[in-house]
C-alpha cells in the first residue's frame, strides 16, 4: 500500500441563492479537511439599526 497525495477526481460547483444583500467585499472563504465555509456579512444597508426616540415638549 503506497501513500501518495490525494488529488480531486474532477470538479464541483455550487451555487446558492442568499436571502438578502450581501458586502461582497467580505466574504470569506476557508477550506479545511475537505470541508468548505463561507462567510457573507449582510451589507450595512440591510442591518437592523437602533432609532433613539426623543419626547417632544
Known sequence: MS???WHPAS????RA???SEINAE???ATLSEGVL???AP????VKPRRIEIQ???
Not at 449582510?42 to 444597508?45: G, Q
Open 37 to 39: 465555509c463561507v462567510k
Open 17 to 19: 441563492v442568499l436571502p
Open 42 to 45: 449582510k451589507a450595512e444597508a
Open 26 to 28: 467580505g466574504v470569506e
Open 3 to 5: 501513500s501518495t497525495p
Open 11 to 14: 470538479r464541483f460547483e455550487y
Open 55 to 57: 419626547a417632544g415638549e
